[in-house]
């Protein structure tokens, strides 16, 4: 392995991360860099003056392009679209309370959902400020913009998304807790124990991108999403197992049905009830998922 392939693997997980939160795809966001991969290899590496910089902007022009491209796309998607899941974390399923709250200024799976509501420029913006950490003139060189118009951008984002920035505090271990009590009771079709676990104003939002059944608006109700959970234990008697892991700082519930991944859920709460279930069950952004598991994907729906 030579100097410039070692450089570029050095950056590549940063360049993954930024590709990934633009685009709410692993295999687009390997897309990505593996186009910046090529870019890097035609370029005069010896006179750049900030190699992460350059890798940086390069990947996040990349992500943008590729993202307006996906918007065309998604805009006939059939019904809610939501990311693929996070890959991060799965070497370390069972972190710390203290891990878990190191790791939780991460984007949350919700607030990467509500991102499609911004422009690429946008999106791009929020994320190397906010999460990435750039400053405002290293933002205003990568989207080739004043820094006054990034800060226009970045404020407008922020205004947009206040609402799903940041969900309520809540203690690792009391998070854990509860959705660890949830899984149970999703496992075993208990009803009684799933409807106490559940807000009354729970919602849950699915993607089954028109391959598998899913809501095309957001079930609420706690009573209702919870004889949801009832039905597919009454369906598939004793053959629904549910686990929960840690992925970038928050908890997710995975679901298995003879013991192959159905859906990957990611759970907020208020700690004391959960508030909102995303629920990902589309086996096309499964895919990733389940290999990187070892497991197989469920056929069943």
Not at 243 to 250: K, S
Request: with cysteine.
């Amino acid at each position: 392995m030579n100097d410039a392939t070692l450089t570029f693997n050095l950056h590549r997980p940063r360049l993954q991360g930024i590709a990934y939160r633009m685009l709410g795809s692993w295999a687009e966001a390997e897309d990505v860099v593996q186009d910046a991969w090529l870019k890097w290899h035609a370029a005069d590496q010896g006179a750049l003056a900030n190699i992460e910089a350059w890798l940086v902007s390069i990947t996040t022009r990349l992500s943008i392009d590729r993202l307006r491209a996906a918007k065309v796309r998604r805009e006939h998607y059939i019904g809610a679209w939501l990311p693929e899941p996070d890959l991060a974390d799965l070497t370390d399923p069972a972190p710390s309370p203290e891990q878990a709250l190191e790791r939780s200024h991460d984007v949350s799976y919700a607030l990467l959902a509500v991102l499609e509501r911004l422009s690429p420029e946008a999106r791009a913006a929020f994320l190397l400020r906010d999460v990435f950490d750039e400053d405002y003139g290293e933002i205003a060189r990568v989207l080739d913009r004043s820094e006054a118009s990034c800060r226009q951008l970045v404020h407008r984002a922020r205004t947009r998304l206040r609402d799903e920035r940041k969900p309520m505090a809540v203690a690792p271990e009391t998070q854990r807790d509860l959705l660890q009590a949830f899984a149970q009771a999703a496992s075993s079709g208990d009803f009684t124990a799933l409807k106490s676990v559940l807000a009354a104003e729970a919602q849950l939002v699915g993607d089954g991108g028109g391959k598998v059944p899913s809501f095309g608006v957001p079930l609420r109700g706690g009573q209702r999403i919870a004889q949801l959970y009832l039905a597919t234990c009454l369906r598939f008697r004793g053959r629904v197992r549910c686990e929960i892991a840690l992925a970038a700082g928050q908890w997710r519930l995975l679901r298995f049905i003879d013991g192959k991944l159905e859906s990957a859920q990611y759970l907020e709460t208020d700690g004391t009830r959960i508030t909102r279930i995303h629920a990902q069950r589309n086996p096309d952004k499964l895919a990733q998922l389940a290999q990187t598991l070892g497991c197989e994907l469920s056929a069943l729906a």
